[in-house]
């Protein structure tokens, strides 16, 4: 009795790797392996009571961004039990993406629903190199952005070999909601090996790991999504009239780029960030928004292109020798 449970959890794990490999929807296949195990809904295995996943479970197993177009591309939303890539294109764009991924995590702490998952804090492991040109979180604007300063752990450690073992032993430790780790560029002790034994060990935990990667080019990993996030203009703030205020500054805004995922296509779209709700809203893609009552200091027509210019650049001058200075 307890060899044939086995053999049909084992059956059941090989579907899902193989769906995973063929790109198709794991509720998919959960309902179709429900349909099939319909007449044993509950498996012993060596005496202990296992239920089978249903499309339920999974779907609290996910991460809705709550924007349609986004979420279908994500099948569902962000997995919490897994690896995401967070990456900006350079680090003066640390800001969008560092904040992106704390509107997530905000996301993740008003979705919990029992006090236990409330009291969950966020790990955020940054790496020594990584916060010398970001800088380091501030309890101010955390508590700005929809997460509360006290529910936010930082992590410094001096070596990157160090901060892969602390975003391992917190994830096994699964005692927190989400734990982020922050790494400049593309260093080479951390590459393909590192990240499948992180992305292993949030699985395990049930607990999603977000890899925020500052200023790195796209590589090899095991995250299951990777986005590139890059900082857009911030539309008026609207008022309650439904008009906007001139001249002021609204929610902050990010261009993200769906660079890795199981659509063939990479997905572009601008969402805004309301810290108030803990929602994203899309909005249009305006390089400069004009609030009401502007216009450009010089409208019109173009100015023309110049004309009767040399071919090249002007010979250099004279050159003068300075004496080293002693």
Known sequence: MAEAAVARETLFALRETIARLEGRPIPALA???????????????????KSL????????????IGVDELDAA??????????????SLGLRDAGAASGFALALAARLHARASDKTAARSPVLWIGDTVATMEAGLPYAVGIGDFGLEPQALLQASPRKLDDALWVA???????????VILEVRGNPA?????????????AKAAGRPLFLLRQGGEEEASSALFRFSVEPAPAQARPLPDGSVLGGSIG??????TLEKSRNPAP???????????????PVSDVQYPAFPGEHAAHSGADLPASADRPDR????????????QA
């Open 267 to 281: 997905l572009s779209i601008t969402l805004e960030w309301n810290a108030h709700d803990r929602r994203f809203a």
């Open 251 to 256: 929610h902050p805004a990010f261009r993200l």
């Open 74 to 87: 994500l099948q569902g939303g962000l997995p919490l039990d897994a690896l995401t890539e967070i990456r």
């Open 189 to 201: 002790r951390f590459g393909l090996t590192e990240s499948r034994r992180l992305a292993l060990r």
């Open 313 to 324: 650049a002007q010979a250099l001058g004279s050159i003068l020798a300075f004496d080293r």
């Open 53 to 64: 996943p249903t499309e339920s479970t999974l779907e609290q197993s996910l991460l809705p």
């Open 31 to 49: 309902a179709s392996a429900h349909e099939a195990l319909a007449d044993k809904p509950v498996r012993e295995v060596m005496g202990i009571a």
């Open 168 to 178: 391992e032993a917190a994830l096994g430790s699964a005692a927190f909601a989400v």
